[in-house]
């Protein structure tokens, strides 16, 4: 009913950027809370940061100063703007958002299929 698709992973060496996107679409009246996680090899998967439907932002704090969550609400769609990037930086990162389909359901949480972000030193 909803689907997330998120771009903008790849290959970058250690100091450099990138910026991933995830677009929701589907049968969407409402998307609140969106956010990005990420999992690396052999790791729990884990918050990177989020933001509310009123523009409130929350970080990892290994992520503080170097990432800046953002969304455009026209578009259904969330960015990670990830700066000075680090090897520990790599991993799978994943699209998350809390959507409801109709205004007399509940929200219901919808994950994105993950981009792969590798950080070489």
């Known amino acids: 009913q909803v689907q997330l698709v998120e771009s903008g992973g790849g290959l970058v060496q250690a100091g450099g950027s990138l910026r991933l996107s995830c677009a929701a679409s589907?049968?969407?009246?409402?998307?609140?809370?969106m956010g990005w996680y990420r999992q690396a090899p052999g790791k729990q998967r884990e918050l990177v940061a989020t933001?509310?439907?009123?523009?409130?932002?929350n970080y990892a704090n290994s992520v503080k100063g170097r990432f800046t969550i953002s969304r455009d609400d026209a578009k259904n769609t969330v960015y990670l703007q990830m700066n000075s990037l680090k090897p520990e930086d790599t991993a799978l990162y994943y699209c998350?958002?809390?959507?409801?389909?109709?205004?007399?359901?509940?929200?219901?949480?919808?994950w994105g299929q993950g981009t792969q972000v590798t950080v070489s030193s």
């Open positions: 933001i509310t439907n009123g523009g409130s932002t």
């Open positions: 998350n958002t809390q959507a409801r389909i109709t205004a007399f359901r509940a929200y219901d949480t919808y």
């Open positions: 589907g049968r969407i009246f409402s998307i609140g809370f």
